[in-house]
């Protein structure tokens, strides 16, 4: 299971393209996999013949774990017992060390997490002990993954109540939800499973003794829609975000005139091409990055004590996937960017983005994000912080409106373009401040910046 993010720990298996003994080709397409930053085609890594395939359509396993065996000839090799429970053992190991490689991610990259070779008897080496002895609890019995921790954590389980069943003691993630579905099930009433679903009501379904849902009599005016995956992996990741960091916003009012002046201008289909429609958010964008340039705590991440400053500006920007769901492609570089060429940027990466058709480089790495929901005529958005970042932009309707104008020897009520924006950052990080500094140097900048003679 390839590595898909910076924050993703597990992936859904959605389709194989391929069925055992058939032929694979280099980079041709072998399966789908959807995580809570994007569903996309994962391309075969080598030639050969699909062996076999470990992990059926609809199951989520961690980051790393053996999927499948591709062998390196055009013929099959006989598959025995003892290779199959070899498999197991080396997928378990895979779990392991996958869990370990995580651990030394770097802020703003991500590292690929290779699968060890298979050893006839599977042995830890120093680097996963060393793991087993950071996370193993208190009594020294069982061996944790972080993503297994946060899920004891979130449902309020001691590890005393886990049967461990993975490879060396190690409590799997099924291994939890077992343990959940047991205190469940001991429990006679229905209190316990209404506090893991508060949003789930007496008439519109209710909870059987064994944990299943069953409609309710007045279930035929409501309807009960359960998180899918990348919206279950969304839901967990802004959770996170809110624990972690203490999140502060300042919004400003912001005159787009001069911005409103270069898009009537210019002719878009000689400037940048007949698909690109040149919107206001390139140049929120392109301010925004000049004042990044000036307040460069703002593209960071925190780590440990301090802040880890990111030289390049990597602008990520949230896309709508029709309702279903949001990813956060990445501009990498985007100060190298021209206004046209971050319209151009924006409007290719949002297409592919709703195709699925981005690839795992395009949506890891980046360093300050914006939310526009402004195309749905909102008036003030309070957007959440996009981890591991410390700073999200958030830019609203832009409207005709009755402004005062100066113009220099007397005021004026002219009409002209004026739009919000805010930014939500992590009050770790900066304060308030240096924080309200940077959003009216982005308003000043739209507002006095000459974009026609920079378009």
């Known amino acids: ?30 399966f789908d996999v959807s995580t809570d930053k994007v569903d996309t085609e994962v391309p075969s890594p080598a030639s050969g013949i699909l062996e076999k395939i470990l992990i059926e359509e609809g199951e989520t396993v961690d980051v790393g774990t053996l999927l499948a065996i591709i062998s390196d000839s055009t013929e099959g090799t006989v598959t025995t017992d003892s290779d ?11 779990n392991l060390a996958s869990d370990t490689l ?20 599977p042995v830890l080496n120093s680097e996963v002990s060393e793991f087993v002895t950071d996370i193993q609890s208190s009594d ?59 949003f789930i009501k007496d008439n519109v379904v209710s909870v059987t003794k064994n944990g299943n849902l069953s409609p309710s009599p007045d279930s035929n005016v409501t309807e009960f829609i359960e998180f899918n995956n990348i919206r279950r992996l969304t839901a967990e990741h802004m959770v996170q975000s809110k624990r972690i960091a203490p999140h502060s916003t300042i919004v400003v009012e912001v005159d787009f005139e001069a911005v409103e002046h270069a898009k009537n201008n210019l002719s878009h289909k000689h400037s940048i091409g007949q698909d690109v429609h040149l919107t206001y958010l390139p140049f929120v964008a392109k301010a925004t990055i000049e004042a990044l340039k000036l307040f460069p705590k703002l593209n960071s991440s925190v780590v440990d004590n301090g802040l880890v400053v990111h030289r390049h500006i990597n602008l990520g920007f949230g896309v709508d996937l029709n309702f279903e769901g949001l990813v956060v492609p990445v501009i990498h570089d985007a100060d190298q960017f021209s206004v046209t060429g971050l319209a151009s940027a924006i409007v290719d990466l949002s297409t592919r983005a709703r195709g699925k058709k981005l690839s795992v480089d395009e949506l890891v790495g980046g360093t300050f994000t914006i939310s526009n929901p402004g195309p749905y005529h909102t008036l003030l958005t309070i957007p959440i912080i996009n981890q591991p970042e410390v700073g999200i932009l958030a830019t609203d309707s832009i409207r005709r409106k009755p402004v005062v104008v100066n113009s220099g020897t007397e005021e004026f009520i002219g009409i002209h373009s004026v739009g919000l ?3 939500t950052f992590d009050h770790r990080a900066v304060d308030g401040a240096y924080a309200a500094k940077f959003v009216a140097t982005i308003s000043e900048i739209i507002s006095s910046h000459d974009w026609d003679s920079e378009i």
């Open 140 to 198: 020294q019995k069982h061996i944790t993954s972080p993503l297994v921790r946060n899920l004891l954590k979130q449902n309020e389980i001691n590890l005393d109540e886990i049967t461990a069943t993975g490879f060396g003691n190690r409590v799997t993630i099924d291994d939890v939800k077992v343990a959940i579905q047991r205190r469940d099930n001991s429990d006679s009433t229905v209190s316990s499973h209404q506090e893991q679903r508060p």
């Open 102 to 121: 995580k651990l030394n991610i770097p802020v703003g990259g991500v590292e690929a997490v290779p699968p060890p070779p298979p050893p006839p008897k």
């Open 1 to 30: 299971m390839p590595q898909l993010g910076e924050s993703v720990t597990e992936g859904t298996v959605i389709k194989w393209y391929k069925s055992p003994g058939d032929q694979v080709a280099l980079d041709e397409p072998l």
């Open 84 to 94: 199959t429970q070899s498999d197991k053992n080396s997928q378990n190991l895979t």
């Open 421 to 423: 924006i805010g930014v």
